[in-house]
């Protein structure tokens, strides 16, 4: 056996040791949600269950109205992710393409925010939304994210690598500025553009802070705080916690598989200097 060999054979083996080691917890995760109450304390540890059961997944659907709850989230998160690249591109756009005075301050201003801690501004912006009257309505956390700077800088780097003689193309053909966004800067940008709708829509679909703090309508919560209530009013049934944090990932798990390719061309692209 050559050297090469080995070294493929020992790369791939440690790399399904750490597989196999990452996917414990989730496979303690889907065990722990097939068992019944009285199975949970069992010793030794049922890792596959003698009797499996979907009691927990009925128990979810049975204590909080978790179907409206995923609704929920769906929602948000997906009016947060569209405005989130929408405005972010559009920031991009004009501050990479269209020349104005202060461009490079503005920018540099937004990028500084992103070094202000998020905790720090929740008290401004639950004031502003309060003053507004926004409070416990689905805009008080979807607005939010229409000043994401994180989402600007990825789609700065990725829109000054355009060179500019085809935006000059497009106006010669007598494009208007918005016409040249839709149909020649965006199509360029679609890997980052990929990237930070993953990222934003797991961002949002996992938060919790801040939709704790706008949302008290039981009616109206995400479904990270209706796990929440499920942790605390019923501590002691982790089944029904693990059944409930399974359903919580089927979103996030489709939507990475659908736009994984796109993904690692985003992380890749955003990776290499220009």
């Known amino acids: 056996m050559n050297r090469k060999v080995w070294q493929n054979v020992r790369f791939y083996t440690v790399a399904c040791l750490i597989s196999v080691i990452v996917m414990i917890p989730f496979f303690w995760m889907v065990s722990t949600s097939l068992k019944s109450k009285g199975a949970l304390m069992a010793l030794p540890i049922e890792w596959i269950p003698a009797e499996p059961t979907l009691d927990a997944y009925e128990k979810v659907f049975s204590r909080f109205p978790f179907l409206r709850a995923m609704l929920n989230s769906l929602f948000i998160t997906f009016s947060y992710t569209f405005i989130t690249v929408l405005s972010a591109s559009m920031a991009a756009f004009a501050f990479t393409k269209i020349r104005f005075p202060g461009a490079g301050a503005v920018l540099n201003i937004y990028l500084a925010s992103m070094m202000i801690p998020t905790q720090v501004t929740l008290i401004p912006l639950f004031v502003i939304m309060n003053r507004l009257g926004l409070i416990n309505t689905y805009p008080s956390v979807i607005l939010p994210a229409m000043f994401r700077a994180f989402g600007i800088f990825m789609l700065v780097q ?94 996030i798990v489709i939507v990475y598989i659908c736009a994984q390719k796109h993904f690692r061309q985003g992380v890749m692209a955003g990776g290499v200097k220009s």
């Open 158 to 251: 990725q829109m000054r690598s355009i060179p500019d003689d085809f935006i000059e193309a497009a106006r010669i053909d007598g494009a208007s500025m918005f016409r040249i966004f839709r149909t020649v800067v965006l199509p360029l940008c679609g890997s980052s553009i990929a990237t930070l709708t993953i990222t934003t829509f797991m961002e949002s679909w996992n938060d919790y802070l801040w939709p704790l703090l706008m949302l008290t309508d039981k009616n109206k919560m995400t479904l990270t705080l209706a796990l929440n209530s499920l942790n605390g009013q019923y501590g002691t049934e982790y089944n029904v916690l693990m059944a409930g944090s399974l359903i919580s990932m089927i979103p």
